[in-house]
């Protein structure tokens, strides 16, 4: 295991640039800092640096190790802070979900933050694939997604049902497979799934979404019914969606004979540190939505 005492200072060593300078930075003798350099080099048998007078230069095994070592040493510092400063109600909480949970849930979490002014909701409103590679990364602290994710070190909790709605203009009053064809469909990031999974469970004729007119397309959640409320076309959306749209009067969504929901999975990397805020938000989501 690398000596974190040893790498600190080899860092330092290819920040400052200069062995005298990096003795002073780390209150340390100019020799001191040759030897832990040294030893890094035996510890890992391979050479760091090349040395020219009173200058050097990295070699290839010294430019990777000060690359990957400035990230190790940062999350170090990370964890350190972390457990010196873990107050549930202190910090920033990193979270995703799609955008239709989000318009439900972002304002509850703000409900939260107006309580303890000193936490700090970060919500961002994501597809899912985008959401896992960010767990993956560790990016974020909590997530919400519509699809399990099937990563070995991301955990995933069903935590609720959210139903599938067809919308259309309020004028609209009944739905037929004429009508659907007539109207042209709008689509947005999640249709072709969202759409799929309803209209093949209550029309026998339904193959894709390829087989409505396309009458407009919208990637901005809160503006997607927009079209539909003006009579331009019809969409699928799940039920929050459909409920935060500015101007509910002007739509009607329609909860056709066989129903169909989208699980709601709460996930979190399984290897990130786990901080009493993330707890203390993650039991809020929780009690909200379940």
Known sequence: MINLVWL??????????????????????QSGVSQQVKKLE?????????????????TEAGLKLYQQGQHLLGRCAEIEKSLLLDDPYIGAVKMASPGSIGLKLYPH?????????????????????????????????????????????????????????LVTANKIKTITW????????IGHPDAPHHAGALLSKNF??????KQFKAQGFCNQISLILEPVSRGLGFTV??????????KPEQIRWHQLPQAVHENLYLCQNRLAFTSKRKQFVKSAIMDFIT
């Open 204 to 209: 026998a004729e339904f193959e894709h979404v």
């Open 178 to 185: 004429s009508t659907l064809t007539t109207l042209g469909f």
């Open 8 to 29: 600190k200072t080899f860092c330092t060593l290819v920040d400052v640039g200069h062995f005298t300078k990096t003795a002073e930075q780390l209150f340390m003798t």
């Open 42 to 58: 035996q510890q890992l048998k391979t050479t760091l640096l090349i040395r020219e007078g009173k200058t050097f230069s990295l």
């Open 109 to 165: 979490l703000l409900n939260l933050q107006q309580q303890y002014n000193a936490l700090a909701i970060d919500y961002r409103f994501a597809p899912n694939k985008s959401i896992e590679q960010d767990l993956l990364a560790r990016q974020l602290d909590l997530a919400i997604v519509t699809e399990q994710i099937s990563a070995e070190n991301i955990s995933s909790e069903k935590i609720a049902e959210e139903p599938l709605v």
């Open 237 to 246: 959306l799940p039920l929050h969606a459909a409920k935060a749209f500015a």
